[in-house]
C-alpha cells in the first residue's frame, strides 16, 4: 500500500504548483499549506515537538478527507501532506484508500498510479515510463506473470528509453524470480546487441548476475563484451556518456566484472581479454577517482582471470599507486586489492610492508581492520604469533569464551605461558576498573557455568584458571553463594581425574574463599575430609586452612581481596635465618656451597665447561632449538632427575625464540621497562639486520628504504623490526636468507623435506604442515607393534629335527653370552650369522656361537644335544643351555633374540628307552615378564631317546636388569615326577636397536621427560668415543644414530616398543651419559649394564 | 546498491529509496545506525565504511550526507563517483542547489535518483540525459 503513496509523488508536481508552470522548479507558493507545515516543523527544536505536531496534523488530514464536502483541489493537497507525513514515518495508513479513490478519479496525472496494467498498454511514453519505474521497484512475486507479457513487447519499442527500462524490469523480475524469465533469455541477447547503448549497457546487469550464477554457459559471449570494451575504452561511444572525460566509466567497470568471471581459470577465455585489458590499463591514466576505479576493477580482473605475467606485474605496478597514494580512499583500495592478490604473490606485500605497518595504527578503523585483514591472510608458522599480538578481542564475553575455546581444546598441551598470561590479564586488568570488575565477573559465571556440569572432563590446565578465577573473584558474583561455589570446588577434589596439582590449587582458592565468608559448612567438611587423606600434600593444606579458619583476622590479612598483583615483599637473602646459620657454623658445619658450586667441583678435573647446546653440532639436521631447550648434560645433577614437564620447556625455548625482535614485555622476573629491555637485549640486533636483509631483497621502493636504514629513527626502526617479523616466510626466496633463523624459531620438528615445501606454499598449507610436525613425533615414536606381534606369534614352527649325534654341553659359563670377547672373532660370526636380519644387519652384537673346542669337549657326552630349527638357527641366539635333568628327562634352553620378542625355544630330551608320556611343561607367573599366550605346553609323547621342542614368546612386563622366570616339568615314566628350573633373563634380552634418523632422534629426546645423567670413567683401552660406542653397540644392541665430534647419539627399545635414547660425550677420560626414554626406570636399568659392559671391557 | 539515503548532519532524512525488502522499524532503524556510523567519521577518513553485510559509501555536501549502501563486493570508488554524478545533476537541475531545494522539492529528487538509479543499479549515467528527461517531465505538469 505504501507503494502506492509513494507512486502518488509523481503526481505532486501539477497539485503544487500549477499556477507556476513555467516558473520551472522553485521553492513553493507561501501560502501553500504543505509549505507552512514544513518550515513549521523545521522550526522545531526536539522531536517530541514534531510529535505533536504531526499528530495534529493528521488529525485535522483525518477530518478532511472523510469530510464529504472537500473538493477534489482540497483533497490533492491534503494527499500531500499526507505523504509527507508519511514520509516522515508516522501512520497515516486511513489516507491509503482516498488516495486510491482520487488515482480512479480519472485525469491523466492521477491515472500514473492507477493500475499498471492499463498504463503498460498505453501509448502514452511517459504513462509507460512511470509504469516501467514501478515495477522495476520493489515488485510482489505473484504478479510478475501478470506484466510479464507487456514488459517483454516493450523490449521492441522504438523508444530506447522504453527498451532499457524494460530491460531493468526484468533485470529485476530475475533477481526476484530467475525462473520466471528463463524463457527470454534470447532477448536479452537481442538486448545486448541493441543499436542503443544504454539499452546495451542495462542487458549487463542481467548478464553479470547470470554470469555470476553459471559462467560457462556465456563463455561464447565473451568477444562480445571484449569488443564492446574495446569501443568503449577506445571513446567510439558518444561523447555524452563521458564522465569527467573518460569514455562511459560504469559501463566499463561492469564490462571488466562481467570478463573477470568469465576468465575465472579459463586459459582460452582468459587469452581474448589480455589485450583489452592491457589497453584499460593504459587508457586509465587521468587522476581521477574514475579512472582509479576503472584501474581497481581492471587490477581485480586481471588476478581473477587466468594469469599472464605481463599483465600482472603492470597490476602490480598499479596497486602500488593505490597503496602510495596520499588520498586515504586510494590508500584503502589498495590494501584491499593487496588482502586479494596477497595469496598468490606475497612478494608484493613485502614490497608494502612499510605502508602495511603504518596502516596498522591509522586512525580510521576501516583501513586498520583492512590491514588486519592483509596480517591475516600473510600468516604463516613463522609470525602468527607476532601477527596475533596485533589483533584484538572485540569484548569480554567474545574474550572469555574464545579463551575457554583454547582452553578446552588446546587442553594440557597447551604452552605454559597461555594461561599464565591470561590470568596475569585479569588480575592486572586495564586502566578502566568497571572494565576490569566486568571481565572477571563474566569469567566467574562462565566457570560456575562450566562447572555445574557434571561429569564433564576439562584438561588439568584449564581447571587450574577456572579454579584460581573463582577463588580470587568469586565474590564480584555477588549473587552467587559462595557456599555453591565451595561445594563444587569440594565436588572437584573427588573426582579421580583430577591430579593432585591442580587439587592443591583448589585448595588455595577455598582457602581464599574461605578468608572471605564467616563459617561454612563446606569448608568444615572438607577440613574433616582431607585432615586424614592419605596424601601429606592435601593433609598439609587441610591443617593450614583449619588452623587459618581459627583466626579470621590473620587469614584475612594473609589473603587480601584482588591482591595477586601486589608486590609481595620477600626477603630473598633469607637474612632473618643468619642467627641460625651463624650457629650453625660455630658448632662446625660446612658452609653452604650453592648447588652449581658443587656441580663445578665435581668436574672440576674439567678445563672449560661445555655449554654449547648439544643440538648445535649436528644443526644441518637437528634444528638446535629443540635442543637448547635443555641444558647441558653437564650443566644438571647426577644421576637421575625426572620432571614433568620437560617437554613443555622445550616447546617454551621456541616460542621465545619466535619472538625475536618483538619488545619483550615480560621476562622471569615480570614485566621488563621499556628502556631496559632496549638496552639490554642481544637479539635486537639480529632483528634488526633481519629487517635489512628483507628489505634489501625485494624490489625498488623498499630497497631504497633500507637504504636509509641507518638514518632511521628509533621508531622507524621499530617498524622495520616489526616488519621482518610479520613478513617472515613470504615470498618464494624470502625464506632462504632467513632459514636459518626462522626455521630454528618455529618448525623445530620439521624434516628436511617439508621446509622447502612449506617456503613456497601458502600459509594455509603452511599452518597445517607445521601442525602435522609438532604433533608427528607423539605418532611417530610409539609405533604399535602389537599387530606385527601377533602376526609373528601365530607362525609355528615346525617340529626340531633330530640331531642326535650332536652333543649336550652343559658349561654353565655359557648361560651369558659373553664368552667370545675377541672383537675380531665376533665381527665374523655375526658376519656370517646375522646377515638375513634386517634389525641386526649392521649392528654387530654379540653373538654366541660355541667355540669349537667347546663342541670337542662336549663331543664326549652321551645323551642328544638338541638343536634349533632353521628358521631360528639363522637368528641371533645363545647357546643351548641345560636347565635341568633327571635320568629319564633332560630340559634344554636357547634364547632366540627376535626383532619382536625374546623367544624362548625349549628341548625336552627323553633319554630313557622308552617314550614318556604327558609332559608337561609350566612357568610361573613371574613378577617382571609376561609370557605370551598360555603360560604352558604340554607334549603329549616324547618318543625314546628323542627330542621335542616348544616356544614360548616373552616380553619384560617390569624393568629390571635381570629377573628369574620360574617354571617345572612334570612327566610320567613309572611314577610321576617332577622337575623344576629357572630361567635367568637379562634386560639385555629385551633391548632392540632401534633405528632412527638424527633428526627424529631430535625430536624423541624432546618428547620424552624422563631422564637419567652419569659420568663414567673410561678405561684407557677405549678412551675414544667411537670405541666406546661401539662397545655399547655390541654388548648392549644399541643403534648408533650419529656421531659428531665427541658427542654421539644412540637409541634402543625395549621390547614391545619402548624407546630409550642415550646421549654420549666424551670429555678428559670420562664419558658422560645421559639417557632418556618414555619409562622411568628403563633409563637406570641400562645405565646399570653400561657401567657393567665399560668396566668389564 | 540496496539503498540511497540523503541526511543532514542531525540525523534527518531528505531522501531514502530502498531497493530491498525491510519493514517500516527495520528502516528506521537502518536510517540511525547510518547516521550514527556516518556522522562520526573524521573527514580524513576513507568514505567508506563497513555496515552489518553491506558497506556504505559515503560523500559529504555541506550540511548533507549522500549514503548509498551496497554489497561488500561491489567497487567502491564506482558508486562514490556515481553519487557525485547524482550531485551534478541535481546541481544541474536546481541551478546551483542546496539543502532546503531538496527539502520542497522532495518528489523532484525522488524522480531523479529514478531516472538515474533503477531496480538497485545505476542506470543512466549521461548528464545530459538525465536531464532531457527530467525536463521532457517536466514540461508535462
Known amino acids: 500500500m505504501s507503494d502506492v503513496v509513494e507512486r502518488t509523488l509523481s503526481a505532486l508536481p501539477a497539485l503544487l504548483g500549477p499556477q507556476h508552470p513555467a516558473a520551472g522548479p522553485g521553492r513553493l507558493p507561501a501560502t501553500s499549506r504543505l509549505g507552512s507545515l514544513i518550515r513549521s516543523i523545521t522550526a522545531l527544536t526536539s522531536k517530541h515537538e514534531e510529535e505533536k505536531l504531526i499528530q495534529q496534523e493528521i488529525a485535522s488530514l483525518k477530518a478532511m478527507v472523510s469530510a464529504p464536502t472537500t473538493t477534489l483541489r482540497l483533497m490533492k493537497e491534503c494527499m500531500v501532506r499526507l505523504i509527507y507525513c508519511e514520509m516522515l514515518g508516522y501512520e497515516s495508513s486511513f489516507g491509503y484508500i482516498h488516495a486510491i479513490k482520487l488515482a480512479q478519479q480519472g485525469n491523466l496525472l492521477e491515472k500514473r498510479v492507477g493500475t499498471l496494467g492499463y498504463d503498460l498498454q498505453s501509448t502514452n511514453l511517459v504513462e509507460v515510463c512511470m509504469a516501467l519505474t514501478v515495477v522495476s521497484q520493489i515488485f510482489p512475486r505473484e504478479m510478475i506473470p501478470a506484466v510479464l507479457p507487456l514488459i517483454e513487447d516493450k523490449l521492441q519499442h522504438s523508444k530506447e528509453i522504453i527498451r532499457r527500462k524494460a530491460v531493468q524490469a526484468l533485470y529485476k523480475f530475475y533477481l526476484i524470480a530467475p525462473n520466471q524469465v528463463q524463457h527470454i533469455h534470447d532477448k536479452f541477447r537481442k538486448a545486448l546487441c541493441d543499436r542503443d547503448v544504454g539499452v546495451m549497457a542495462a542487458s549487463l546487469h542481467i548478464y553479470l548476475e547470470m554470469i555470476k550464477e553459471n559462467s560457462s554457459g556465456y563463455k561464447d559471449l565473451t568477444e562480445s563484451f571484449v569488443m564492446i570494451l574495446k569501443q568503449v575504452v577506445g571513446g567510439k561511444l558518444p561523447i555524452d556518456f563521458n564522465y569527467h572525460s573518460v569514455p562511459a566509466p560504469w559501463l566499463q567497470i561492469q564490462l571488466l566484472r562481467i570478463l573477470g568471471l568469465l576468465g575465472k581459470d579459463d586459459p582460452r577465455t582468459s587469452e581474448l581479454m589480455y589485450d583489452v585489458l592491457d589497453e584499460s590499463l593504459r587508457r586509465a591514466e587521468i587522476n581521477h577517482n574514475i579512472t582509479y576505479a576503472i584501474l581497481f576493477e581492471c587490477v581485480q580482473t586481471i588476478y581473477t582471470i587466468h594469469p599472464k605475467s605481463e599483465l600482472l606485474e603492470k597490476a602490480a605496478k598499479c596497486i602500488g599507486k593505490f597503496v602510495l597514494s596520499p588520498k586515504i580512499n586510494l590508500k584503502y583500495l589498495g590494501l584491499k586489492a593487496l588482502t586479494c592478490v596477497i595469496q598468490q604473490d606475497p612478494n608484493l606485500a613485502l614490497q608494502h610492508q612499510m605502508t602495511i605497518i603504518e596502516c596498522l595504527d591509522h586512525p580510521d578503523p576501516i583501513i586498520k581492520k583492512e590491514t588486519l585483514e592483509i596480517l591475516y591472510r600473510i600468516t604463516n608458522g613463522q609470525n602468527v604469533t607476532v601477527i596475533v599480538q596485533k589483533m584484538y578481542a572485540p569484548d569480554n564475553g567474545w574474550f572469555i569464551q574464545t579463551m575457554n575455546a583454547v582452553f578446552s581444546v588446546g587442553g594440557d598441551a597447551l604452552h605454559p605461558d597461555i594461561p599464565n598470561n591470561f590470568l596475569r590479564l585479569l588480575a592486572e586488568g586495564f586502566d578502566d576498573r568497571k572494565e576490569d570488575e566486568q571481565l572477571r565477573t563474566y569469567a566467574v559465571r562462565s566457570y560456575l557455568t562450566l562447572l555445574e556440569e557434571e561429569n564433564t572432563f576439562y584438561p588439568q590446565k584449564f581447571l587450574q584458571v577456572m579454579i584460581w578465577v573463582l577463588g580470587e573473584y568469586s565474590s564480584l558474583a555477588t549473587d552467587v553463594d559462595p557456599e555453591i561455589i565451595l561445594t563444587r570446588l569440594h565436588s572437584l577434589l573427588k573426582k579421580t581425574f583430577v591430579t593432585s596439582d591442580t587439587k592443591a590449587w583448589i585448595m588455595a582458592a577455598v582457602t581464599k574463599i574461605a578468608s572471605r565468608t564467616s563459617c561454612s559448612k563446606t569448608i568444615d567438611k572438607l577440613i574433616k575430609e582431607f585432615s586424614s587423606s592419605l596424601d601429606t600434600c592435601m593433609r598439609q593444606h587441610a591443617f593450614e586452612l583449619k588452623h587459618l579458619c581459627e583466626d579470621k583476622v590473620l587469614m584475612k590479612n594473609l589473603l587480601p581481596f584482588d591482591a595477586s598483583c601486589n608486590d609481595v615483599v620477600v626477603d630473598a637473602s633469607l637474612s632473618f635465618l643468619d642467627g641460625f646459620v651463624v650457629e650453625g657454623l660455630s658448632h662446625g658445619a660446612a658452609p653452604y656451597k650453592p648447588h652449581h658450586q658443587r656441580q663445578e667441583e665435581k668436574l672440576s678435573q674439567e678445563k672449560a665447561l661445555n655449554f654449547e647446546p648439544y643440538g648445535l653440532s649436528f644443526a644441518s639436521s637437528v634444528s638446535s632449538s629443540g635442543i637448547t631447550g635443555r641444558q647441558s648434560p653437564t650443566g644438571l645433577s647426577f644421576g637421575s632427575d625426572t620432571s614433568g614437564n620437560s617437554a613443555e620447556t622445550g616447546h617454551k625455548e621456541t616460542n621465545t625464540l619466535k619472538l625475536e625482535g618483538i619488545r619483550k614485555l615480560w621476562g622471569k622476573e615480570g614485566y621488563l621497562p621499556k628502556k631496559e629491555s632496549k638496552a639490554g637485549k642481544p637479539d635486537e640486533p639480529q632483528a634488526a639486520s633481519c629487517g635489512n636483509l628483507l628489505a634489501g631483497r625485494v624490489t625498488d621502493p623498499s630497497a631504497s628504504q633500507s637504504d636509509q636504514v641507518s638514518s632511521f629513527s628509533e621508531e622507524e626502526k621499530e617498524k622495520q623490526q616489526l616488519a621482518s617479523t610479520l613478513f617472515v616466510g613470504l615470498g618464494s626466496n624470502a625464506g632462504v636468507s632467513l632459514m636459518g633463523k626462522m626455521d630454528v624459531a618455529t618448525q623445530k620438528f620439521k624434516r628436511k623435506s617439508k621446509i622447502n615445501e612449506t617456503q613456497n606454499s601458502e600459509e594455509a598449507s603452511d599452518i597445517q604442515n607445521s601442525d602435522a610436525s609438532t604433533f608427528g613425533p607423539l605418532l611417530d615414536t610409539v609405533p604399535v607393534n602389537k599387530e606385527d606381534c601377533e602376526g609373528n606369534k601365530h607362525t609355528r614352527l615346525r617340529k626340531p629335527s633330530l640331531c642326535s649325534s650332536d652333543t649336550v654341553e652343559d658349561n654353565l659359563a655359557f648361560e651369558t653370552p659373553q664368552s667370545l670377547k675377541k672383537p675380531g672373532l665376533n665381527d665374523r660370526l655375526s658376519d656370517s650369522r646375522l646377515s638375513p636380519l634386517s634389525l641386526f644387519a649392521d649392528s654387530n652384537i654379540e653373538i654366541f656361537q660355541p667355540s669349537s673346542s667347546a663342541l670337542c669337549e662336549s663331543a664326549n657326552k652321551t645323551s642328544s644335544v638338541p638343536s634349533l630349527p632353521k628358521e631360528l638357527e639363522e637368528l641371533p641366539h645363545s647357546e643351548v643351555v641345560e636347565l635341568c635333568q633327571s635320568d629319564a628327562l633332560a630340559l634344554y634352553l636357547c634364547k632366540v633374540w627376535k626383532d619382536d620378542s625374546l623367544l624362548l625355544a625349549l628341548f625336552a630330551s627323553n633319554k630313557k628307552g622308552s617314550a614318556l608320556n604327558a609332559v608337561n611343561l609350566v612357568f610361573e607367573k613371574a613378577e617382571h615378564f609376561q609370557i605370551l599366550e598360555s603360560p604352558a605346553h604340554q607334549f603329549s609323547v616324547i618318543e625314546a631317546q628323542s627330542v621335542e621342542h616348544c616356544q614360548k614368546y616373552v616380553w619384560m612386563d617390569k624393568i629390571c636388569t635381570q629377573g628369574i622366570l620360574p617354571g617345572s616339568i612334570s612327566y610320567q615314566s613309572e611314577m610321576e615326577s617332577c622337575l623344576e628350573f629357572s630361567v635367568t633373563l637379562s634386560l639385555l634380552d629385551f633391548i632392540r636397536p632401534m633405528e632412527m634418523t638424527t633428526e627424529d632422534f631430535g625430536k624423541l629426546w624432546l618428547s620424552l621427560s624422563n631422564d637419567v645423567k652419569q659420568n663414567i670413567k673410561m678405561l684407557p683401552s677405549q678412551d675414544s668415543l667411537s670405541a666406546a660406542l661401539s662397545t655399547l653397540q655390541q654388548k648392549l644392541k644399541l643403534h648408533i644414530v650419529d656421531i659428531i665430534g665427541n658427542e654421539g647419539i644412540l637409541a634402543c627399545q625395549l621390547l614391545p616398543s619402548v624407546p630409550c635414547l642415550l646421549h654420549c660425550r666424551t670429555y678428559s677420560g670420562m664419558l658422560a651419559l645421559w639417557f632418556r626414554s618414555p619409562c622411568s626406570a628403563l633409563p637406570d636399568g641400562l645405565l646399570y649394564q653400561c657401567q657393567k659392559v665399560m668396566e668389564e671391557s | ?141
Open chain 2, 1 to 141: 546498491i540496496r539503498f540511497i539515503l540523503i541526511q543532514n548532519r542531525a540525523g534527518k532524512t531528505r531522501l531514502a529509496k530502498w531497493y530491498m525488502q525491510f519493514d517500516d522499524d527495520e528502516k528506521q532503524k537502518l536510517i540511525e545506525e547510518v547516521h550514527a556510523v556516518v556522522t562520526v567519521r573524521d573527514a580524513k577518513h576513507t568514505n567508506f565504511v563497513e555496515f552489518r553485510n553491506f558497506k556504505i559509501i559515503y560523500r559529504r555536501y555541506a550540511g548533507l550526507y549522500f549514503c548509498i549502501c551496497v554489497d561488500v563486493t561491489d567497487n567502491n570508488l564506482a558508486y562514490l563517483e556515481a553519487i557525485h554524478n547524482f550531485v551534478e545533476v541535481l546541481n544541474e537541475y536546481f541551478h546551483n542547489v542546496c539543502e532546503l531545494d531538496l527539502v520542497f522539492n522532495f518528489y523532484k529528487v525522488y524522480t531523479v535518483v529514478d531516472e538515474m538509479f533503477l531496480a538497485g543499479e545505476i542506470r543512466e549515467t549521461s548528464q545530459t540525459k538525465v536531464l532531457k528527461q527530467l525536463l521532457m517531465l517536466q514540461s508535462l505538469e
